[in-house]
């Protein structure tokens, strides 16, 4: 197989495509879990519908109606708001065992919330989390990660931040219906107090229909992330990263594991770091894999578009040579155990596999929009501020001399002092005020004055905005409405057009569009934004607006065919 060849073509068609979902205002048979949600949870509907309960104190009491571990422990459909800022020091894990819900971290005032001292735990079905941070730290002695769900199912994480952890930093394996997006998994700590010795990892990262997308990892000692698959049933096993950017992972493995299942890296940033160039062979790592010695399975891995920044001046020239050539040529950094019972061509994928729609921005771009966008960022601390810079810069940033509390190096940490410690959360006075909400709907007595609601009645907040949603969740998404619109945008440079093929056999009626031999299909608007995807030849438009529309169809042979049309 000329592999070199066929990846620069799929590379090609993915910049030129820039696969994305449309959000709230096109037709759709099923909402998204909110606008903006893309990837395998996209469809999560968390509390929708249910009881909204205020957390009014930073007490980690359950048995306080106020506080977010009562919130958390009810049960039935809920969402959580926040009408205090500040940092919630957990006197335990914070277990969710009760699904159907959703933290809406984003209505916090003023600088927000952070979870300390323990893990924030999933342990259930059909949650969605916002707008949160979770900076586990030292002080409790607790050997954990700052976030983590195993065998769950129906899950989305939106632009949080996890950070200091002792274990992993964010773990989510076994799951099914799964999306971690614009998250910042940070400055795992290297030595600290783990009974095992160093540790510091990024996380534990599987799934079936599992989306990783638009995420930093920065300042790893390893696993950045270690991919779980599923060796017994590996059919079972479908994780799609793109758009992550990965800074300063190293010295160890960097990303490997993965075992049975199928595996998209698709638009990935990489920037080697300080710590990276210890060992120079990760230095053009993508990930590492192998044969079980259980089931004698092994994952199938499809590449494209990755790019490497091999310039930074930590780097060796052996190490730059290994990012250089992996930023040319991405199976390259595809690196494989050897084993008597698969060559490394038993491992690459023909081609991408199919998973829910997500905005694919090129890596370069991506690499931009993550640093700017992602994270807990509606008002982003101090910490993730300076972590950015440090990916930005490629530097690092200990507050004395040039080593961790424990002797780490190259940027890695030991201690959250290490790097200036936790910063306050606050809201100024005026910020409190405009939480008023008389009728304790969720909504704010300001904004149902501005939007003609009527705040003495609880009930208006669950009928329904033209949007499809309830006004209680559009309020939601007004919240951070232009972070949503900067993360979906292109800004490629390269329009979705019309590349009509005289030997291409379209079908159009007023109902429907297909094309003989496709394997699937998606339609864009003219601006770029995909509004509809479906596997097979075959599209109703009954979902769609009036408008004009791109139709763009995979042929399955690596021609990527598309047609301009116009709905009445």
Not at 269 to 278: H, I, L, R, S, W
Not at 434 to 444: E, M
């Amino acid at each position: 197989m000329n592999r070199i060849k066929l990846k620069s073509f799929l590379h090609t068609a993915n910049v030129a495509l820039l696969l994305s979902v449309a959000i709230a205002g096109t037709a759709q048979d099923k909402l998204l879990a909110f606008p903006g949600a893309e990837g395998g949870g996209c469809y999560v509907t968390g509390g929708r519908g249910g009881k909204v309960y205020h957390v009014t104190t930073l007490e980690d009491d359950a048995k306080n109606p106020g506080s977010l571990r009562y919130a958390v422990d009810q049960k039935g459909p809920r969402t959580i708001v926040f009408d205090v800022a500040g940092t919630i020091e957990l006197k335990s894990d914070l277990v969710v065992n009760n699904g159907d819900l959703t933290i809406a971290g984003q209505t916090a005032p003023g600088d927000g919330i952070c979870l300390r001292n323990y893990c924030f735990h999933i342990k259930t079905d059909n949650v969605i989390v916002r707008y949160i941070r979770s900076r586990l730290g030292d002080d409790s002695g607790a050997e954990t990660d700052a976030a983590w769900a195993r065998n769950q199912k129906d899950i989305i994480v939106d632009h949080c931040s996890f950070s200091w952890s002792v274990d992993e930093t964010a773990s989510f394996y076994g799951v099914e219906n799964f999306t971690m997006q614009w998250c910042y998994i940070t400055e795992s700590l290297a030595a600290s107090t783990h009974v095992k010795g160093a540790h510091g990892y990024g996380g534990l990262w599987g799934g079936n229909k599992a989306s990783y997308h638009h995420n930093l990892l920065a300042h790893h000692y390893s696993r950045t992330p270690r991919l779980v698959g599923n060796d017994e049933f590996p059919e079972k096993c479908l994780i799609d990263m793109r758009n992550n950017v990965i800074y300063n992972w190293g010295p160890v493995l960097g990303c490997y594991g993965g075992g049975g299942g199928s595996y998209n890296f698709v638009n990935n940033y990489y920037k080697p770091g300080p710590a990276t160039n210890e060992k120079p062979a990760i230095a053009g790592r993508i990930t590492q894999a192998g044969v079980d010695d259980t089931f004698f399975e092994h994952g199938v891995f499809y590449l494209s578009g990755n790019r490497f920044d091999y310039t930074s001046p930590y780097l060796g020239s052996k190490a730059q040579q290994n990012a250089k050539a992996s930023d040319e040529d991405n199976y390259e950094g595809l690196h494989i155990v050897e084993s008597e019972y698969a060559t490394k061509d038993d491992y690459i994928a023909d081609r991408e596999f199919v998973v829910r729609p997500t905005t694919t921005h090129t890596a370069e771009i991506a690499y931009e929009k993550v640093l700017r966008y992602g994270g807990c960022c509606l008002r982003r601390d101090a910490i993730d501020e300076r972590v950015a810079n440090d990916v930005r810069t490629g530097g690092y940033s200990y507050v004395s001399g040039d080593k961790g509390s424990n002797g780490s190096t190259g940027g890695l940490i030991d201690a959250p002092e290490d790097v200036g410690g936790y910063v306050e959360y606050t809201a100024t006075e005026l910020e409190m005020r405009n939480k008023l909400d008389s009728d304790g709907d969720g909504i704010p007595d300001n904004w149902e004055d501005m939007y003609g609601l009527d705040s003495a009645d609880p009930s208006d907040a669950l009928t329904t905005h033209k949007s499809g949603y309830s006004w209680f969740e559009y309020y939601l998404s007004t919240l951070v409405n232009s972070i949503t619109r900067e993360c979906q945008s292109l800004e490629s440079g390269i329009p979705v057009t019309e590349n009509e093929n005289a030997d291409a056999d379209w079908a159009i009626t007023s109902e429907s569009v297909a094309i003989k031999g496709a394997s699937a299909l998606r339609a864009y608007t003219v601006s770029g934004l995909s509004c509809d995807y479906v596997v097979g030849d075959y599209m109703w438009l009954g979902r769609l607006d009036k408008g004009a529309y791109i139709i763009v169809a995979d042929m399955g042979d690596g021609r990527v065919l598309s047609k301009r049309i116009v709905k009445n």
